[in-house]
């Protein structure tokens, strides 16, 4: 199979035991899934696949100019695994994943919509996150970053709103660690001298 699909073109499994055939098909094996959710051009997946060829990967970006460079870095590289998922990430997530099957969502650098009256628009929400939830296998991470302070505090009440997480850094959010390549909007953002706030959830048993 392509390692390139798009949502539209690609007819969901129906239950959990056809979406893992689907991505076994895919990848070739039942290596932990890391699902990345707005990956841009790949920049930053594409360096972590490099990195753990033990899991397979899975990047979602909404814009066909992105997706195509992010496919482009994965053939040129030869990487088989890692799949690209051209659409709406919400449709994604709702539409090809079932219960406990993803080991790490990654949300990097989220639009923040600063302006108040935009915050309906922003991805990181309760109804969100209790749809990433049940996705997750128990122990099952989300890691996000975003160098804007309010969209970091209000991300972490989400969090408190949604129950069944812990909160892996004691004052809710960390630096970019050093193991982690960085991504374009980090990179830009480092040049910036700006912050970045990196903060990590683990599921929990409630």
């Keep these: 199979m392509s390692g390139y699909f798009i949502l539209s073109d690609v007819i969901p499994p129906e239950n959990r035991e056809e979406q893992i055939r689907f991505f076994q098909d895919i990848f070739g094996n039942k290596n932990p899934l890391i699902v990345e959710i707005g ?5 930053f997946l594409v360096e972590v696949a490099m990195k753990n060829p033990h899991k ?10 992105r997706a195509r460079k992010f496919y482009s870095k994965v053939q ?11 659409g709406d990430a919400r449709q994604f997530v709702w539409e090809f994943l ?4 993803v080991e790490e969502f990654i949300i990097l650098f989220p639009d923040p919509w600063p302006k108040r009256k935009h915050h309906k628009h922003r991805l990181l929400t309760q ?27 209000w991300i972490i009440e989400e969090f408190k ?9 004691q004052e809710g959010f960390s630096q970019w660690p ?3 390549p960085e ?12 912050p970045v706030y990196f903060i990590q959830y683990r599921k929990i048993s409630e």
């Design 98 to 101: 079932y219960e406990e099957t």
């Design 161 to 169: 709103k949604t129950g069944g997480f812990k909160n892996l850094f």
């Design 183 to 194: 991504s374009l909007f980090k990179e830009r953002f480092r040049k910036m001298q700006r």
């Design 56 to 65: 397979n990967f899975i990047g979602t970006e909404i814009l066909g100019g």
């Design 39 to 43: 990956s841009g051009n790949g920049h």
């Design 76 to 86: 040129k590289r030869e990487l088989k695994n890692i799949a690209i998922f051209k």
């Design 178 to 180: 050093e193991h982690y």
């Design 127 to 153: 109804p969100f996150i209790n749809l990433l939830k049940p996705r997750l296998i128990e122990g099952g991470t989300i890691t996000i970053s975003t160098d804007n302070e309010d969209y970091r505090d």
